[in-house]
Nanobody
Framework: QVQLVESGGGLVQPGGSLRLSCAASGFIIRLNAMAWYRQAPGKQRESVAA??????NYAESVKGRFTISRDNAKKTVYLQMNSLKPEDTAVYYC?????????????????WGQGTQVTVSS
């Protein structure tokens, strides 16, 4: 059983910055991948950024503006968002995949955060 809690969303003017955080709780043994998705009203959920031990990957629309990072000791993933645009307005969700300890067994998991609203408007 792994739960994710997101924070850091809010209202910001175009050109401003926000940092989102997503903290995992539970008996986590291994973190394989951590990622951020977003969904705007009337649109499909899309991948924004992902990070593994091998590197990072970004959607073309956010390259050069967003940075994903993680703190393995804290079991937390971050999304630093700079030069925000109105089209970045959406609910942002984190997703973490890995392995946790369930009694004597190691089990895989893929958990979603509850979502945090980011609104970019003047």
């Amino acid at each position: 059983q792994v739960q994710l809690v997101e924070s850091g969303g809010g209202l910001v003017q175009p050109g401003g910055s926000l940092r989102l955080s997503c903290a995992a709780s539970g008996f986590i043994i291994r973190l394989n991948a951590m990622a951020w998705y977003r969904q705007a009203p009337g649109k499909q959920r899309e991948s924004v950024a992902a990070i593994t031990n091998s590197g990072t990957n970004y959607a073309e629309s956010v390259k050069g503006r967003f940075t994903i990072s993680r703190d393995n000791a804290k079991k937390t993933v971050y999304l630093q968002m700079n030069s925000l645009k109105p089209e970045d307005t959406a609910v942002y969700y984190c997703n973490i995949e890995g392995v946790y300890n369930s009694g004597s067994l190691y089990r895989s998991f893929a958990s979603w955060g509850q979502g945090t609203q980011v609104t970019v408007s003047s």
